[in-house]
C-alpha cells in the first residue's frame, strides 16, 4: 500500500464515454492543480485520447490491490478543460448513484447522462436562424390568389405576427420554395435573428395549442380552483414549505386538473427562491407542459429531451447551467439536469414505463428523482391516475404522503364505459370482425355531431403473422423468436421484426413447405385505420404509432391537427392514450383491450388496467360527456372490469394479493438477469453457473431460472434469464457482482436490470 498512497493526493477517478468501461484512474500532472470534481479532462486511453468527466479526486488507485499492481502505469491526465466544475458535483454524484444502483459501468453511464455536445467540449455554440413574418400585403392575399401551401403559410404566420423561424416552418412540411415565393411577392418579409437555438419555436409559433373557443387570455392566475385542487394544493404547500425532502403522490382521476396544480406549486417554489423540475414520460407531451410553464414563467424555462438535436438541447443546458432558468421541463433525462437549489420535482404520469430507460444504465427516472430530492431536500410530487403498485404500495405503508382528487374539474362526469364481448360479436357479424357494431355506430355518430373519436389498438402493423394453411408454419425472423409482421397493402407490403427491424418481401410461397396458401393473421393499427376508412368514407382519418411519426416534426404535427379538428378518427397505440388533453374527443374505442395480458410479465394486469384507465380518461374531457369502448374476449378479466368500473383501490388490493402469493414487487425487490449467447445450451449453462454461485452467496435470495427468456432469441442471440428476488437490493448486486468477477467475457453477455418494468 505504501507505494499506492504516497501518490494518492495526485489521483483521479475519470468516467470515458466507452461502454462497459468502469471509471479509470489517472495522475494530475506535476505543477496542474487537481482538477474539481464535474470538470471535463483530456485522457489517454490506450492508442486514443478521450474527454471525461472527473468523479472523484484525491483517491487511490482502484488496481492497487492487485498483485501485479505498479504506480508507474498510472498515466497523466493530457488536459484539464475546465478550472471549474463543467457538470456539477451533486449531478456527477447523482449519476455515478445511478451507475451504481443499476449495477451498470460507472464510466460509460456518467457520460452517457449528460448533452451531447458537452463531451466534445464545444461550448456556448449560438446560431443564426432566418424568421418570417406575415406583411400587411400578406394578410389581404389570404384570401386572394395563391396556392395551398402558400395560404398555409400565411395562415400560421397571421397567428404570430413576431414570426416564425422558418426551420419550424419546415417541421411543419411547408415547404422551402412557397416561403421564397411569398416573400418574392412581399407576402412576407424575412429577417435574420441570432439565437440559442430555441427549441420552443415550433409551438410557439403558429401552433395552436390554446384550445379553439377558449380565451387564451386566460392565464392559469385568474382561474379558481375546484375546492378538491385547493385542499390538495394547500396540502402539497405544507410539505414544500417545510423545505426539507418529502415524497407526495398526487392520486388524480384523468381530467381532476393536476397540471394546474403543479403549476401553483412551482409558482410557490419560485417565490420561495428555489428552482423545479418537471418531468414527463413522453416528448410528445413536452410542447404542452412548456407552454403553460412558458405562460406562468417567461423565458426562465427550458426543455431537455432527447428529441431536441444536439444544438438546440446544448444551449438549453448551459441556459440551466448558467442560472438562467427557473423550471426545466422534459423527459427522463431532464433528471440529471444542471439545475441548482432544487426545491419541487413534479414526476407527471409517474406510472408510465417511459420513465425506465430500457438500455444501460436501465434507470427509472422517478426513482432518480427521489433519489434527486432527498439529497436537494426538496419535494417530489409523483402525480398520476393510476399509480404504480410501487408507489401506492409506499402510499398506503405511510412512506409517501397521499393527496387525492377524486373528481373531474367542473364535475365533469367520468367516461362511461361500455364492454363489448367479441365472442358474441364473432357470432354474429363473423369471426373477421375488427370494429363491433357498438363502435361503428359511435364513430359514425360522433362524425355527424363533429366531435372526434380515438381508436386504440397496442399493436403495430398491418397483419401480425403469416402462416401457411399447408403446413402451419409462421413466417418467423430469421433473428429472432418471433413472426414478422406485416406492414402496408398491395406493392408496398413487407415483413418487418419488431425486435431487430429486419425487412423481407412478404413471401408468396411458404418458407417451409413450398405451399402456396400463405394467409396474414392477427392484426395490427394499420389495418384498424383501413378498417375506420372503410365504415366511414368520408372520416379525415389518421395513425400515431411509431411507424407514423418516423420523420422529425411528424408527431407535433399530428397532435396538433388533431386539436385542430382536422382530423376526426386517430387511430394508434398507446401513444394516443398519455396525458394528452383534446377536449372535443368524446369516444375512445380500445380494440382487443386484452392483448397484453397473453404476455408471460407479472406487470401484464397492471399494465393492462392503467391503459384501459388511462385511455377512458381520454373521454369527455371538454363540455360533452364521454364514452369508452371496450372490445374483448376476456370481458371478466379483473384489469378488464376494474378499468371499466375505474375503481383503481379495487385494483390494488387485489393484485397485492396476486404479488405477495407469487412474491413480486413492491413486496419484494426483483432484479431481471438474462445471459447472452450464440448457443442455447451456452446461454443455460451460464445462467446455471450464475444461479449456483448466487444461491451458495446468499441462502436468502430467491432465484427463478435458468430458463428460456420469453423472447427466447433475440438479434442472432440465444437468452437465458434469471429472475432474482430479495428483500435488499445491494444484496442482490453484490452478489451478482462477486458471481461475475473476474469474468469479462461474461459480464459482456449478462444483461441486468434492476427493478425492471418488462421481464420478456
Ligand atoms: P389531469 O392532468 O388531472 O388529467 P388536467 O390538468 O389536464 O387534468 O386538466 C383537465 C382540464 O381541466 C384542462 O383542460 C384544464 O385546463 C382544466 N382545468 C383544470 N383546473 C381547472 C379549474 N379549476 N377550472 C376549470 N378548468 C380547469
Ligand atoms: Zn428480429
Known amino acids: 500500500m505504501s507505494a499506492a498512497s504516497s501518490t494518492a493526493d495526485a489521483l483521479v477517478h475519470v468516467a470515458v464515454p466507452v461502454p462497459n468501461l468502469d471509471m479509470l484512474t489517472y495522475a494530475v500532472p506535476d505543477g496542474s492543480p487537481m482538477p474539481c470534481v464535474g470538470a471535463r479532462v483530456v485522457v489517454p486511453l490506450g492508442a486514443r485520447v478521450v474527454t471525461g468527466i472527473v468523479v472523484e479526486v484525491n483517491v487511490q488507485d482502484r488496481r492497487a490491490t492487485e498483485t501485479n499492481y505498479r504506480p508507474a502505469d498510472v498515466k497523466a491526465i493530457r488536459q484539464i478543460l475546465d478550472s471549474g466544475a463543467f457538470v456539477p458535483p451533486d449531478v456527477v454524484a447523482l449519476a455515478q448513484w445511478t451507475a451504481e444502483y443499476y449495477a451498470s459501468g460507472v464510466g460509460d453511464a456518467i457520460p452517457a447522462l449528460l448533452p451531447p455536445m458537452a463531451r466534445g467540449g464545444r461550448a456556448d455554440a449560438h446560431k443564426t436562424i432566418r424568421v418570417a413574418a406575415i406583411t400587411a400585403a400578406g394578410i389581404e392575399a389570404l384570401q386572394g390568389d395563391v396556392t395551398t401551401m402558400q395560404r398555409e403559410v400565411l395562415a400560421v404566420l397571421a397567428g404570430t405576427p413576431t414570426g416564425v423561424a422558418t426551420p419550424a416552418l419546415a417541421a411543419r412540411g411547408m415547404a422551402g420554395s412557397a416561403i421564397s415565393r411569398l416573400a418574392k411577392r412581399g407576402y412576407i418579409s424575412v429577417r435574420f435573428e441570432k439565437t440559442d437555438r430555441n427549441p420552443f419555436a415550433s409551438l410557439e409559433e403558429g401552433q395552436t395549442w390554446v384550445r379553439p373557443g377558449s380565451d387564451p387570455g386566460l392565464t392559469p392566475a385568474d382561474r379558481q380552483l375546484t375546492p378538491e385542487q385547493a385542499d390538495a394544493l394547500a396540502r402539497l404547500r405544507l410539505l414544500l414549505d417545510t423545505r426539507g425532502f418529502q415524497v407526495a403522490l ?214 401480425t403473422a403469416v402462416f401457411c394453411r399447408q403446413c402451419a408454419g409462421t413466417v418467423d425472423c430469421p433473428n429472432c423468436s418471433v413472426s414478422l409482421v406485416v406492414h402496408g397493402e398491395g406493392h408496398a407490403r413487407r415483413a418487418r421484426c419488431h425486435y431487430c427491424n429486419f425487412t423481407s418481401r412478404v ?65 394508434g397505440t398507446q401513444m394516443i392514450a398519455k396525458g394528452h388533453d383534446f377536449p372535443r374527443v368524446t369516444l375512445v374505442g380500445v380494440i382487443s383491450a386484452d392483448v397484453g395480458l397473453g404476455l408471460a410479465d407479472f406487470r401484464a394486469s397492471e399494465r393492462t388496467f392503467q391503459l384501459l384507465t388511462q385511455v377512458a380518461g ?94 427466447g432469441r433475440l438479434r442472432g442471440e440465444y437468452r437465458a434469464q434469471l429472475l432474482i428476488k430479495g428483500t435488499n437490493r445491494k444484496k442482490i448486486r453484490e452478489a451478482l457482482q462477486a458471481a461475475l468477477a473476474g469474468r469479462s467475457d461474461l459480464q459482456r453477455r449478462v444483461v441486468v436490470d434492476v427493478d425492471p418494468l418488462s421481464v420478456l
Not at 332 to 347: H, K, Y
Not at 553 to 561: D, M, Q, T, V, Y
Not at 676 to 686: E, L, V, W, Y
Open 250 to 463: 398526487l392520486h388524480g382521476v384523468t381530467g381532476s386538473g393536476k397540471t394546474e396544480i403543479y403549476i401553483r406549486l412551482a409558482t410557490a417554489a419560485r417565490a420561495s427562491d428555489r428552482r423545479v423540475l418537471m418531468l414527463v414520460p413522453e416528448i410528445a407531451l413536452t410542447p404542452v407542459a412548456a407552454f403553460l410553464f412558458r405562460n406562468a414563467f417567461g423565458e426562465r424555462v427550458a426543455i431537455q429531451h432527447s428529441g431536441l438535436s444536439d444544438g438546440e438541447r446544448h444551449d438549453q443546458w448551459q441556459r440551466i447551467r448558467r442560472g438562467d432558468i427557473d423550471v426545466v421541463v422534459g423527459t427522463r433525462s431532464a433528471v440529471f439536469a444542471p439545475l441548482d437549489n432544487v426545491g419541487l420535482i413534479v414526476v407527471d404520469e409517474e406510472h408510465d414505463a417511459s420513465y425506465k430507460q430500457e438500455e444501460s444504465p436501465r434507470y427509472n427516472g422517478r426513482d432518480v428523482a427521489i433519489v434527486r430530492a432527498q439529497r436537494a431536500g426538496a419535494l417530489v410530487v409523483l402525480g398520476s391516475a393510476t399509480p404504480s403498485m410501487e408507489s401506492y404500495h409506499n402510499a398506503m405503508t405511510g412512506k409517501y404522503q397521499r393527496v387525492v382528487l377524486e373528481r373531474r374539474v367542473l364535475d365533469r362526469p367520468l367516461a362511461s364505459v361500455r364492454v363489448v364481448d367479441m365472442r358474441e360479436e364473432y357470432a354474429i357479424e363473423g369471426p373477421e370482425t375488427i370494429l363491433s357494431r357498438a363502435l361503428r355506430d359511435g364513430i359514425r355518430d360522433r362524425l355527424e355531431r363533429q366531435e372526434q373519436a380515438l381508436v386504440l389498438l397496442n399493436r403495430r402493423g398491418f397483419a
Open 618 to 711: 381520454r373521454a369527455g374531457r371538454g363540455e360533452q360527456r364521454g364514452e369508452a369502448i371496450i372490445q374483448t374476449l376476456y370481458p371478466d378479466h379483473y384489469s378488464i372490469q376494474l378499468a371499466c368500473r375505474q375503481d383503481f383501490p379495487a385494483f390494488y388490493e387485489r393484485e397485492l394479493t396476486f404479488r405477495k402469493a407469487m412474491r413480486y414487487p413492491p413486496v419484494l425487490s426483483l432484479v431481471n438477469a438474462v445471459v447472452r449467447s450464440r448457443t442455447f445450451a451456452g446461454a443455460m449453462d451460464d445462467a446455471a453457473g450464475i444461479a449456483e454461485t448466487l444461491r451458495r452467496a446468499d441462502a436468502n435470495l430467491r432465484i427463478l431460472g435458468p430458463a428460456p427468456a420469453p423472447l
Open 507 to 571: 413471401p408468396t410461397a411458404c418458407p417451409l413447405c413450398a405451399g402456396p396458401y400463405l394467409e396474414q393473421a392477427g392484426f395490427g393499427t394499420e389495418r384498424v385505420e383501413a378498417e375506420v376508412r372503410n365504415a366511414c368514407p368520408d372520416a379525415r382519418v389518421a395513425r400515431l404509432d411509431r411507424d407514423a411519426i418516423r420523420r422529425k416534426g411528424s408527431l407535433a404535427s399530428l397532435l396538433s391537427r388533431f386539436r385542430e379538428g382536422a382530423i376526426d378518427v386517430l387511430v
